[in-house]
């Protein structure tokens, strides 16, 4: 094949690609972890409303013993010391600083703190291009970066803003990079620099530290006699110390290392009994609900190609990377669809190559040819028809598995971000008139700064007081309300708070505060709620007292019509 030929299919693969990981970006609902992350890039801050996983942050913060939040042996309260910044209890700091770039250059939203993944995603189909190529041939790397542009499982993690995305990324790139060091040394020293950057990114990208010595331990030993080999790792050493120094410094502190290290080392710090993630059941059930995960997050028919093409693949890069991964995956992790994400470029190049022998391996006679290439073309276009089905559509058609994935339902549009827009409309070139002092210190100072940014943008105060029912989702909330609160200090507090507060100040508190305009945000049923009492909470009950008033609702709707949230809005509220 020529190389402007190839060239023409490439672009037109990332053409699709792009397509494919850019349209509706922002149109599912901040639903899951990927809004813990943005929530935090937005002032690259350790801490997220987290009861149950208190920070750093808390644990030093002078207001700290008045808080309430943490056991007393983590009040230490002597100032948040400089370490803290170096990187975050959970997890390193590398996807929180990108998306926090992102953000202070093109705004706080779903869109863009997806647009790295979903740009990352978009490279990484080049990468499989040159992997392919690498281990078979020009042909099998096109048919790679094909079937990667519109596969399910790759493209739902390209449009999230979870890690996952810059992990299967720097995985591609540093295994490319591994694979190019074994004909230049001097590839060495860029392998390492990118393994540095993937541990910065989450520490499941220190699995390829295994595959990568079994491979040299196998097949090229006499690279562990290189001298650009130890710089590389030397490299990736540097670049990784922040982490190490943040855990160092941690372990004096308190006696511990972050989350995941403290897991992994058998810690059971007092302060973080409750594991969110760590739940991964038996061994036996995760090997159980290994495959089934599979076809939970991958067509069916990709699925039977690639699970298929794995009897037939004779390369040993490969096959240690998927026996590593599925290892990490099945004894360690959990076999989620985030993590499982980690395995998808593997089989995407094993059913590639299996569907190029295929074709290599058919008969020669034009009408056989041409119905094997019939084939793949329908294979393609189901392929992409099944993802922009599960990931592109505002809602689904068609039965579940047979024609479109579950991972739907990961940021399914329930009416969260038409929320999102109701209150940046609202709130648009105004600043806020009053506030609340905060539970800390830190989130003090945030507040400061956050009014003395707007008064220099000359926003008009606006007196409003923004009120939820708190029964609302929690993780659309830590995105639509909380963020309001913490980062752009509107006041925004509980219904049941605010009873509460009038019961004990009087009828007239917020009134002698000066509040003018209140808000009042009820979920409807067609909605998740954090718990599954609706009749009992707070915003159901304040809603009928409202409605005997004669008050009616502005209704905000979801992309079925549905009625999402009702919202009340008015000058004067009495309780």
């Not at 190839?6 to 053409?15: D, P, T």
């Not at 170096?86 to 770039?101: A, E, G, K, R, T």
């Not at 943008?457 to 309001?484: C, E, T, V």
Request: overall charge neutral; proline content about 5%; some cysteine.
């Amino acid at each position: 094949m020529q190389k402007k030929q190839i060239v023409w299919i490439l672009v037109i693969i990332f053409i699709v690609a792009g397509i494919m990981r850019l349209w509706a970006l922002g149109q599912g609902d901040p639903m899951g972890d990927e809004v813990l992350y943005a929530f935090r890039a937005v002032g690259m801050l350790d801490f997220d409303e987290a009861n149950e996983q208190t920070t750093p942050p808390e644990w030093f913060d002078p207001l700290v013993h008045s808080s309430g939040r943490v056991p007393e042996v983590y009040a230490i309260g002597t100032g948040v010391p400089w370490w803290t910044k170096l990187s975050f209890h959970d997890h390193p700091p590398l996807v929180f600083f990108i998306q926090h770039i992102f953000m202070r250059i093109f705004g706080e939203s779903a869109f863009v703190f997806r647009l790295p993944s979903a740009l990352l995603g978009i490279v990484s189909v080049y990468l499989l291009f040159l992997i392919g190529k690498t281990f078979f041939s020009e042909k099998v790397g096109l048919l790679a970066a094909a079937l990667s542009a519109v596969n399910t499982h790759y493209l739902f993690i390209s449009r999230l803003g979870l890690q996952e995305a810059y992990v299967v990324f720097f995985l591609l790139l540093a295994s490319y990079l591994f694979l190019r060091s074994l004909e230049s040394d001097s590839f060495f020293i860029w392998t390492g620099a990118t393994l540095g950057f993937g541990f910065l990114t989450k520490y499941t990208t220190f699995i390829l530290v295994p595959i990568f010595f079994t491979y040299l331990l196998l097949y090229k030993r006499d690279a562990f006699l290189n001298k650009k080999f130890w710089i590389g790792a030397l490299i990736a050493l540097l670049l990784f110390s922040p982490v190490i120094i943040y855990n160092l410094q941690l372990y004096r502190a308190v006696g511990h290392f972050d989350f995941q290290f403290s897991h992994v080392f058998g810690q059971n710090p007092e302060v973080w009994q409750v594991a969110p993630g760590k739940e991964i059941g038996t061994l036996g059930g995760r090997v159980r609900e290994f495959i089934p995960a599979l076809f939970d997050a991958n067509s069916w028919i990709f699925c039977a190609f690639a699970l298929l093409s794995l009897f037939f693949l004779r390369n040993a890069f490969l096959w240690i990377a998927i026996i590593f991964l599925t290892g990490l995956i099945v004894v360690f992790l959990g076999p989620s669809s985030r993590f499982l994400a980690m395995l998808t470029p593997a089989l995407i190049l094993s059913a590639a190559n299996f569907l190029y022998q295929q074709k290599e391996n058919a008969t020669h006679e034009s009408l056989w040819r041409c119905f094997g290439i019939f084939l793949f073309v329908l294979f393609m276009f189901f392929e992409a028809a099944y993802s922009a089905n599960s990931l592109l559509l505002p809602y689904p058609q068609g039965p579940r598995h047979w024609a479109f994935s579950p991972l739907r339902y990961e940021n399914f549009r329930w009416g969260y971000n038409e929320l999102g827009a109701y209150l940046q409309n609202e709130l648009a070139g105004k600043m806020p008139a009053f506030h609340f002092d905060m539970q800390y210190q830190f989130l003090n100072n945030l507040h400061e700064q956050a009014i003395k940014k707007a008064q220099q943008k000359k926003l008009q105060p606006y007196p409003a007081l923004i009120l939820y029912d708190g029964n609302i989702d929690s993780i659309p909330q830590l995105w639509l309300l909380d963020r309001l609160n913490l980062y752009h200090a509107w006041p925004v507090i509980k219904i049941e708070t605010f009873e509460n507060m009038v019961r004990e100040n009087g009828d007239d508190y917020f009134l002698q505060i000066g509040f003018e305009r209140y808000y009042v945000i009820i979920p409807t049923k067609n909605v998740p709620w954090k718990d599954d009492i609706y009749l009992t909470s707070y915003g159901s009950k304040l809603e009928e007292q409202l409605i005997a008033r004669g008050m009616k609702p502005f209704i905000i709707v979801n992309q079925r019509g549905e009625e999402a949230f009702h919202i009340y809005q008015f000058k004067e509220l009495g309780v």
